[in-house]
């Protein structure tokens, strides 16, 4: 392995240790793992739980738009999720 490349993995981990927690907080409140199975599970039902709540909502309203801000941030966190899976 070249250089370059253990280079540019060191600075891959140090930016994603930098984006990403380490914990994750369910809805029940238990702290687990961030990335493991149980974690995803927890973050598609809130996504599931925010989408509904957004449809309930009348188009162009602040709730709206509220709500899809918080989907577009737990979708991110899904992404992190994915890619830190065990």
Known sequence: MS???KL????QSIISEGTTPEEH????????????EECIDDI???IADASMQRDRCSRGST?????NGVLAML???LRA??????
């Not at 907080?25 to 493991?36: A, D, E, L």
């Not at 999720?81 to 065990?86: I, L, S």
Request: aromatic share 6%; glycine share 6%; hydrophobic share 35%.
């Open 3 to 5: 250089i370059e490349n």
């Open 8 to 11: 540019r993995r060191c600075i």
């Open 25 to 36: 907080v369910t809805m029940t409140g238990m702290v687990i793992p961030f990335g493991c």
């Open 44 to 46: 598609h039902l809130r």
């Open 63 to 67: 709730d709206r738009s509220s709500l």
């Open 75 to 77: 979708r991110r966190l």
């Open 81 to 86: 999720a994915n890619k830190r899976q065990f």
